[in-house]
């Protein structure tokens, strides 16, 4: 009886010793040790006998007062540890293991021994603890990827993250809230077979706002895992955004021009076009939409006769490259005549990044009233001189207008009329030349570049060649004057030579 008193003695004894042995040494006080909170975390420890739970710290109860099996100690450390075994026996299998928390901007870790048929867990925290060999701070690697300035994390055939880097923890922080559980992927899910190691465009949406971020996602196969990178672009999206809204712009007020508009970029294709270009040139939308060549956009124009038929095709390309050469000079400038009897005044004009602009416009009303205005100005002319007597029109501001044949051949010829017109100081002067001295030319020149006393009056002049000559001044509209000379000489030399010319 006494030997198995003194053996059961010898037993609580080596039990009270073994879990002495297997608590950590110093245990420091706390009254918060929650996992998922950032605050500090102290050691705590759990003593598994396979699956069941047989012995913990007392720190542990706060908290942990339910983890009575290993699943439901696994469950509370999911979030913040979700490389937590799933079993006991994987830390028989694998012997000691250390797993990291998947908020890698706090140094936490659970620690799982294998201690003679028994389970130690233990939650540390390595804050200002020598760093251990799987955990070494001046690995470059390791460095590399908690320390990129862009997003990186590791997701599980499970579709949940492993492990992410600070980056990724920070903006799962921005997006989802502070309490954003890191096992959760903030980027969207794709298919069955994910579009592996090329980029793609993704956004995300952010907590509480209705902003958007934009990142280029990739992803790489590593095991049954993908560990995925993401690089910010939304410095260049809100760039294309602008560039986009820009553009729309300058369609709207594109759009209510009547010139059409065509512009080709760097690579000689369509790139921008209004509807006035539709209407001007009768392209189909279709064709234009599909941002023909430059020289298929020329060539549909030959093909519907919106541009002068050249002589043959040989010199039609010739001339299209000396149009396209000239247009990136900014030199090119042209008047159409189509054969509807359209006449449009084509321009080309360079723009940045090697694109160029070609402007039509349809200056058929213009071109009409210039003909119409010199057909009766040619008529005038010709009522003009069938007159007898020489006449001169000034303008305003004393300049020569008009002059009819009678007046060439009573006074002469003047060669600079219509390109640098004579003033009324300068033809008295012709007239002096061949007449006598006389204060009639004097009289003439006030008149023309007077404005007030504006009566029509009349005076003789004598030819140094003898005879004399009837002038006649009589003022016109806007200040005009007009001047008429009269000889009976004059009007039979004039009757006889349209004679001749009859």
């Not at 542990?60 to 540890?81: C, I």
């Not at 799987?134 to 460095?143: E, F, M, N, V």
């Not at 009329?417 to 061949?434: M, N, S």
Request: glycine share 4%.
């Amino acid at each position: 009886m006494i030997d198995w008193v003194i053996l059961a003695a010898i037993s609580v004894v080596s039990a009270s010793f073994a879990t002495r042995w297997l608590w950590p040494r110093q245990q420091p006080k706390a009254s918060d040790y929650g996992l998922s909170s950032p605050g500090p975390l102290y050691d705590v420890v759990f003593l598994f006998d396979g699956d069941r739970l047989i012995s913990h710290s007392d720190i542990a109860l706060a908290g942990y007062e339910h983890v009575s099996t290993w699943g439901d100690l696994r469950r509370l450390l999911q979030r913040d540890f979700p490389t937590f075994p799933e079993a006991p026996d994987i830390v028989r299998s694998e012997g000691n293991l250390a797993v990291p928390a998947i908020d890698c901007t706090l140094e936490r870790e659970v620690l799982c021994e294998w201690i003679d048929g028994i389970i130690r867990v233990q939650l540390r925290d390595l804050t200002g603890t020598t760093p251990v060999k799987h955990r070494d701070p001046s690995d470059p690697i390791r460095l590399a990827m908690e320390q990129a300035p862009y997003p990186v994390w590791l997701v599980d055939n499970a579709k949940k993250v492993r492990w992410c880097n600070a980056a990724y923890v920070t903006l799962a922080r921005k997006v989802a809230g502070p309490d954003a559980d890191l096992t959760s992927p903030i980027f969207p899910a794709f298919g069955d077979e994910p579009p592996l190691g090329r980029k793609t465009r993704v956004s995300i949406p952010v907590k509480d706002s209705t902003a958007k971020l934009w990142f280029d996602l990739t992803r790489v196969i590593r095991d049954q895992d993908q560990l995925c990178y993401a690089v910010d672009i939304n410095a260049i999206v809100e760039a294309e955004t602008a560039q986009r809204k820009f553009v729309q712009t300058m369609t709207k007020t594109f759009a209510q021009l009547s010139i059409g508009l065509a512009i080709f970029d760097r690579n000689r294709q369509l790139a921008l076009f209004n509807p006035a270009l539709i209407d001007l040139t009768t392209l189909p939308p279709d064709f234009l939409s599909l941002r023909p060549s430059l020289s298929s956009f020329f060539d549909r124009l030959r093909d519907q006769h919106m541009m002068p038929e050249p002589k043959n095709y040989r010199s039609w390309r010739r001339q299209m490259n000396d149009l396209l050469e000239a247009a990136q000079d900014g030199n090119y400038q042209e008047t159409w005549s189509l054969p509807s009897g359209s006449v449009y005044s084509v321009s080309g004009r360079p723009h940045p990044d090697g694109a160029v602009a070609f402007l039509f416009e349809d200056i058929t009303a213009e071109i009409t009233l210039t003909r119409r205005f010199r057909s009766e100005m040619d008529l005038m002319q010709s009522i003009l001189d069938k007159l007898a007597d020489a006449i001169a029109v000034f303008t305003d501001d004393g300049s020569l207008a008009f002059t009819n044949y009678a007046y060439h051949m009573m006074w002469g010829d003047c060669d600079e009329v219509g390109f640098e017109p004579l003033t009324v100081l300068e033809i008295t002067r012709q007239w002096q030349d061949r007449c006598t001295a006389t204060p009639l030319l004097g009289e003439i020149r006030d008149f023309v570049t007077g404005r007030e006393n504006r009566a029509e009056w009349s005076g003789e002049l004598a030819l140094k060649t003898g005879g004399t000559v009837t002038c006649t001044v009589s003022p016109m509209q806007n200040g005009a004057t007009i001047v008429r000379f009269a000889t009976e000489s004059a009007a039979a030399e004039i009757a006889r030579m349209h004679k001749i010319s009859a």
